[in-house]
C-alpha cells in the first residue's frame, strides 16, 4: 500500500516538473535537457516532498553522489560558476620552483608561471599557498596561415601575493 | 614460418624496465593465436601448454567484463582528475566534436559519460592483451609526464618509450635489431601529439604493422587511427596520474588473474588425468 501511493505522488511531481520545464520554454537548453532524464531515477520519499513544493526549482538534486549526472557536476563545479575568468580571484599552489619561476597549480587545465615577487620572496616554497588574479586560462592564439591555434600551454595569473592564515591576521 | 616473432633473449631497446630472461614458448602461441595457422596436435604431454593456453583464453572470452574493469573507474574520479577540460576552441580537432559536450567561454569540455564508455573499452582490452602475455608498450612525448609513464611502465613490468621516436622503430625493425625482433603487441598512447604539435609518428607505424593502438586523446588531437581512443584530457598533472594508475591496476589484475587461472587449470588436468 505504501509503495503503491509513493509511486502515484512521485509521477504526479514528475508530471508537475515536467509542466515546469515546459512552461520555461527550454531557454536553458543543457540544464532542461537533463531535467527528464535526472528525474527518471527511482522515486524517493525527500524527492517527493520537494518535487510538489519547489516546482520553479531546476532539475532536481538527486541524493545519493552516485547517481549524479555528468551535467549536473559540471553546471555545479566552480570552473563554470565562476565565469570568465578575467579578474578573477582564486587560491593556488605552487608545485614546482626554477630558481625564481613558481609554477603555480589553481585548479585549472593548465598552471600558471609567475615570477618571485620581491615582497618576502624566500617564503614561497613548494606547497605554499598563494592569491591569484586569473588573466587567462589558457595562452592560445591564431597565427597568420596556421590552420589552428598555437597554444603555450600555461594560464596566466597575476601573483597577489601569500594566502593570509588567520593567525597571521591575529599577530597584525 | 619466417613470419613468426620470436622472443628475443637480449634486453630490447625500448626502455630500461625489466629484462626477458628465459625465451618462454608460451609467448610465440600469441603470433599463432594471431595468425591462426597453428593446430594443436592431440595426445601428447608436450601439448599440455598449448591446450591449458586454448582454454584459459576461451575462459576470458566467455564474459564481457571478465576482468571487472567497470569498478576502477567513475564519474566522480574522472570529473575531479579534471579530465573532461579540453583546449579552447581554436585549438580544436574537427574529429574530436562527436566527443565534445560543449564550448564554455571558448573552452572545450569533453563528454565524460562518452569517456566513462571508450575507457572501459580500453582498459578492458589492456587487460586481455596482459592476460594473454602480451608486450605493452607506453608512448608519450609529453616531457612534463615522462618520469611517471616510465615508472607506471616499470611498476607493471611492461615497457616504455618517452624519447624522441627514430623513424624506422617499428616499420624497420629487423635491420635496426637484427631478425627475430618481437613487436609489441599493444601501444598505450598518454598523449597522442609529439613536441610540434604533431601526431606521433608511433600511430600511424603501430597502425601500418597492425599493432592495436590505446590513446588519450585530448580536443586538439587526431582520434582516427586510434583502435581504441580515449576522449580526456592529457595536459593536467592530475588527470594523467589517474590514467597512469587505471593503466597498472588493470595490467597487474590481468597478470595476477592469469597466474590463478593457470595454477586452477593446472590443478583441475591434474585431477583428471589422475
Redesign the interface.
Known amino acids: 500500500m505504501a509503495t503503491l501511493s509513493w509511486s502515484r505522488s512521485a509521477s504526479r511531481s514528475r508530471a508537475w516538473q515536467l509542466l515546469a520545464v515546459a512552461k520555461r520554454g527550454c531557454t536553458s537548453s543543457?540544464g532542461a535537457g537533463d531535467s527528464p532524464a535526472t528525474d527518471a531515477s527511482p522515486p524517493d520519499p525527500e524527492q517527493q516532498h520537494r518535487g510538489l513544493s519547489d516546482l520553479d526549482a531546476g532539475p532536481q538534486q538527486v541524493p545519493s553522489?552516485n547517481v549524479?549526472?555528468?551535467?549536473s557536476?559540471?553546471r555545479r563545479?566552480p570552473?563554470?560558476q565562476m565565469?570568465?575568468?578575467k579578474d578573477k580571484m582564486v587560491i593556488g599552489q605552487i608545485?614546482h620552483i626554477v630558481e625564481d619561476d613558481l609554477y603555480i597549480?589553481f585548479?585549472?587545465?593548465?598552471h600558471c608561471v609567475c615570477k618571485r615577487p620581491e615582497v618576502d620572496g624566500e617564503k614561497y616554497k613548494r606547497g605554499s599557498k598563494v592569491r591569484l588574479k586569473l588573466v587567462d586560462?589558457?595562452l592560445?592564439s591564431?597565427f597568420l596561415g596556421a590552420k589552428?591555434?598555437?597554444?603555450l600551454?600555461e594560464a596566466d595569473a597575476v601573483l597577489l601575493g601569500l594566502l593570509e592564515s588567520r593567525d597571521m591576521r591575529r599577530k597584525k | 614460418m619466417a613470419a613468426a616473432r620470436l622472443l628475443q633473449a637480449a634486453v630490447p631497446r625500448f626502455s630500461r624496465c625489466r629484462s626477458l630472461g628465459k625465451a618462454d614458448p608460451r609467448t610465440s602461441l600469441l603470433s599463432g593465436q594471431l595468425y591462426g595457422t597453428l593446430i594443436a596436435p592431440e595426445g601428447n604431454e608436450a601439448v599440455d601448454p598449448n591446450v591449458i593456453n586454448d582454454k584459459l583464453i576461451t575462459e576470458a572470452l566467455k564474459n564481457p567484463d571478465f576482468f571487472n574493469v567497470k569498478e576502477l573507474i567513475s564519474l566522480k574520479n574522472l570529473f575531479d582528475a579534471r579530465v573532461h577540460l579540453g583546449h579552447k576552441i581554436g585549438c580544436r580537432h574537427r574529429f574530436m566534436v562527436p566527443y565534445i559536450f560543449g564550448c564554455r567561454l571558448d573552452q572545450d569540455i569533453i563528454n565524460l559519460d562518452q569517456t566513462m564508455e571508450h575507457l572501459q573499452l580500453a582498459l578492458n582490452f589492456t587487460a586481455h592483451v596482459a592476460y594473454r602475455k602480451g608486450i605493452i608498450l607506453f608512448v608519450s612525448r609529453n616531457r612534463q609526464f615522462s618520469h611517471l609513464v616510465e615508472n607506471t611502465a616499470r611498476d607493471c613490468g611492461e615497457y616504455a618509450h618517452t624519447r624522441y621516436w627514430h623513424g624506422g622503430l617499428l616499420t624497420n625493425a629487423h635491420v635496426h635489431y637484427g631478425d627475430g625482433i618481437r613487436l609489441p603487441d599493444l601501444l598505450i598512447f598518454l598523449s597522442t601529439m609529439n613536441n610540434a604539435f604533431e601526431p606521433h609518428v608511433a600511430i600511424r607505424d603501430a597502425a601500418k604493422m597492425h599493432i592495436p593502438t590505446v590513446g588519450v586523446v585530448d580536443t586538439n588531437c587526431n582520434p582516427s587511427i586510434i583502435t581504441y581512443p580515449i576522449p580526456g584530457n592529457d595536459d593536467s598533472p592530475s588527470a594523467m596520474q589517474l590514467y597512469c594508475r587505471l593503466f597498472k591496476m588493470t595490467i597487474t589484475r590481468a597478470k595476477n588473474k592469469r597466474k590463478q587461472m593457470e595454477v586452477l587449470y593446472r590443478l583441475q588436468d591434474k585431477a583428471d588425468s589422475s
Open positions: 543543457q553522489s549524479e549526472s555528468f551535467a557536476m559540471l563545479s570552473l563554470i565565469g570568465p575568468a608545485f597549480d585548479g585549472g587545465k593548465f586560462l589558457e592560445t591564431r589552428t591555434d598555437t597554444t600551454l
